[in-house]
Structures are given as structure tokens and as C-alpha cells.
């Protein structure tokens, strides 16, 4: 069952009636669960998968298209889609592979290409507004990107709480190999990349105590062995997830998830967006907002020549649920307001 489904009928009754016409399942009494072992409920009778989830189709405003994070899922926008009041059309563009039967985009620039597409059947022309949460930003900002290539309108890219490219890669070091790592301060794991050279790391490494040194082979060690460890479990994760869908099963619940990230992890790190000329509104969580270095531009002010427009929203990192989704909403919609004209 798809979760344009779910969205399209929101009462038990509603969804009843659905499964009896598309499956021949029979509603049952209250309390019983629907249960039917010959019909295929991942299935959308007579439809097509799509990306595009109309959560909330109806209104008179220009339609809000917006972007999963890195689980693949949209069902995490329905509080915000509830804020944003019956007469904003508010679409979900949700990752290829959250059925379990297809694999997932590892490439942002190919996954923004699929959610045009999409996003085109149900308006055609722009000016659009584009969103994305988390790593959905990212993909948000390509689309526009690739929209403006071929001459079409956008009015707004909101990055909900999306974070720095920069940072976002930096975050991912320890998927590089194991043999550009030295061991750091108090064991941190450093990569050959940083400002200090490999000569000078050995150095200060061989001018500790004996004691510091193997504080500091003990921490690297540990570091390594975690991320060998992570990297068994992602192959694994990646290797019954193609399994199945290449017999053609569908991958299970527990695996969809890590399945997902692992494949959009490797797709964020990849990914080199470009600058990009057009309205761009970052929506910062406090506690990204603490982690940033105060020192530099974000990545995002450098891509967008220093024209960015940032909001920050006191809580967590998922500012789309509550108690921090309110906020979010209000900020939201005066920035759809004020770009409504464009």
C-alpha cells in the first residue's frame, strides 16, 4: 500500500472501502485485523509507483514540493503539512526504494532528475517551491539547479535544517580507508586531508610519554575497529537488501531503513553542488547552529554568494516534528507569502 494511499484516505472507513475495491479484503468487524495472505498490500492496485506523496493536494496556493531526509520517508511531514492549513497543497517526494522492492538512488543529482519528473505531472510549469529536510535540502538544491537549466521559474529552495555540504562531508571521514588514518590527539581518528601534514602528526605522536602513546594506539584502535565493524554491517545490510529485490521479494521493514541511509550517505558524500543564483532560505535548528564553525561562511552562504536568508528555531535536529514544528510552520509560510508573487 503506497503512501499516497494512506494520505488519500485518512479514515478507517475510507481505507475499508479502498482495500475492497482494489483487493477484494473484507473490511472486518471493529476490533478484527485486516488480514488477507493472497493479496500483495505493498502493491497500489492499477498505479504506478511514484515519488510524489500529495499529502495535503488541496488549496489555492502555489504547491509546496518537499524532500525526504535520509530514511527515505515522508510520513514525518504530516504535522507540518497539519500546520500549514487546508489551503496549502503540500507534496512529499519520497526515495525510490522505500517500498522495499526497488534499489535506492546513490546519486543526487540522478535522484533530483526522478523527483522533476514527478513533480512536473502535478504542475507542469513553474514558478516552484522546493524543499527538502535534512539531506532532502541538498536535493531540493539540485533540482532547482537542474530546473533553471532549462529555463524554468523557481520561487524559493528551503533547506530545513539541512546541513553545511561541507560539514555533511566532514561528518563521513571515517568512510575513507583505514590507511589514511594516523592516530591523533587522545586517539581521535585524523584523516590525511587536514591542514596538518602526515609527517607532522608522527611527529608530535613520537614526542609523547609512553603512557600518552598508548592512550593514543588504544583510542585509534578502538576507532578502527568500529568503523571495520560498521563497514561489515553496511555490506551486509547492502547485500540482502539486493538480494531480495533481484528475486524479486521485498525487503523486510528492519532493513528497508539502514538500507536507505546507507545508499543516501554515500550519495551526500559524493555529491559537489554547485553555486546557484536563486532565493535560497535556510531553516537552522539551534543545535546544528551550535555545531557550525562561527569562524568561516557556511557552505551554503559561499554557494549562494552570501544571499542567504537564515532562520533559527530553538530545538533539535527534526524541527518537523513537535514541539519545534509549529515554529517551523509560521517561518515557512511567510517565506512562501513573500515569494508567492515571483
Known amino acids: 500500500m503506497s503512501l499516497a494511499t494512506l494520505f488519500e484516505t485518512p479514515t478507517v472507513a475510507d481505507l475499508a472501502e479502498m482495500l475492497q475495491t482494489a483487493y477484494g479484503v473484507d473490511g472486518g468487524r471493529a476490533g478484527e485485523t485486516i488480514v488477507n495472505s493472497s ?26 514540493f518537499c524532500v525526504h531526509g535520509g530514511l527515505g520517508n515522508v510520513m514525518n511531514f504530516y504535522d507540518l503539512t497539519r500546520y500549514m492549513g487546508p489551503d496549502q497543497p503540500f ?10 522492492r526497488q534499489r535506492p538512488f546513490r546519486d543526487i ?20 517551491s ?24 523557481v520561487a524559493l529552495v528551503a533547506l530545513l535544517d539541512t546541513l553545511d555540504p561541507m560539514m555533511a562531508r566532514e561528518r563521513h ?6 590507511d589514511t588514518m594516523l592516530p591523533g590527539e ?20 613520537l614526542g609523547k610519554s609512553q603512557t600518552e602513546k598508548m592512550a593514543s594506539v588504544r583510542g585509534f584502535t578502538n ?46 558524500v559524493a555529491y559537489r553542488p554547485q553555486p546557484y543564483d536563486g532565493h535560497v532560505v535556510l531553516f537552522r535548528s539551534s543545535e546544528l547552529k551550535g555545531m557550525e564553525p562561527s569562524d568561516r561562511p557556511s557552505g551554503w552562504e559561499m554557494l549562494t554568494d552570501g544571499r542567504l ?18 515554529e517551523l510552520a509560521r517561518l515557512l509560510q511567510t517565506t512562501l507569502a513573500e515569494t508567492s508573487s515571483v
Open 91 to 100: 507534496y512529499g517526494l519520497q526515495a525510490r526504494g522505500v517500498d522495499g
Open 39 to 64: 493479496a500483495n498490500l505493498t502493491l497500489t492496485a492499477g498505479r504506478e509507483w511514484t515519488p510524489l506523496v500529495p499529502i495535503q493536494p488541496k488549496g489555492n496556493k502555489r504547491p509546496f
Open 186 to 205: 587522545n586517539g581521535r581518528v585524523q584523516n590525511n586531508d587536514a591542514p596538518q601534514s602526515e609527517k607532522g602528526r608522527w611527529a608530535r605522536f
Open 223 to 268: 576507532k578502527a575497529v568500529k568503523r571495520v565493524t560498521h563497514q561489515v554491517e553496511k555490506q551486509s545490510v547492502i547485500w540482502r537488501s539486493q538480494m531480495l529485490i533481484r528475486l524479486g521479494r521485498t525487503v523486510s521493514q528492519s532493513l528497508i531503513g539502514p538500507y536507505l541511509w546507507e545508499a543516501h550517505t554515500d550519495a551526500l
Open 109 to 128: 543529482p540522478a535522484m533530483a532528475t526522478c523527483y522533476i519528473k514527478a513533480m512536473r505531472a502535478a504542475q507542469p510549469e513553474g514558478p516552484y
Open 309 to 326: 536568508i537564515t532562520h533559527i528555531i530553538q530545538g533539535t535536529h527534526n524541527i518537523v516534528k513537535e514541539p519545534y514544528v509549529g
Open 130 to 153: 522546493l524543499g527538502g529536510f535534512s539531506m532532502g535540502g541538498e536535493v531540493a538544491y539540485e533540482m532547482a539547479r537542474q530546473l533553471t537549466a532549462v529555463g524554468q521559474e
Open 173 to 178: 571521514l571515517l568512510e575513507l580507508p583505514t
